[in-house]
């Protein structure tokens, strides 16, 4: 991370696999992944927040965290009308270059 200023933060998304997730998550990750795979997007890597967790921070980053849907609703979408949720496969992970 030597190209990168101390103190500099990454905010990213990234999928889990569907072994994490209740069925109705599961089911629908299946069909979303599949969507994307159809037009020229396939989701290669799915990882548990404790690998992706593990990644950035062999990359150089440190206090990293990862927020779950529950946790990201909590902090960013509270208060919301319109109900706007982030999905149970999806998750927010952020870290600072150290």
């Known amino acids: 991370m030597s ?13 889990v696999p569907a072994s994490i997730l209740n069925r109705t998550e599961s089911e629908l990750l299946a ?3 599949e969507r994307a795979a159809s037009v020229g ?16 921070e062999q990359a150089g980053f440190v206090d990293v965290c990862c927020f779950g849907p529950e946790d990201a609703a909590r902090t960013y979408l509270g208060g919301r009308r319109d109900r706007l949720r982030m999905p149970g496969y999806s998750r927010l992970i952020k870290g600072y270059v150290g």
């Not at 190209?3 to 999928?15: K, L, N, P, Q, R």
């Not at 997007?41 to 990644?55: F, Q, T, V, Y």
């Open 3 to 15: 190209a990168a200023v101390a103190g500099s933060e990454i905010v990213a998304t990234f999928v």
């Open 41 to 56: 997007e396939p989701w290669l890597s799915l990882l548990e927040p404790r690998e992706m967790i593990a990644l950035m």
């Open 31 to 33: 069909a979303i992944s």
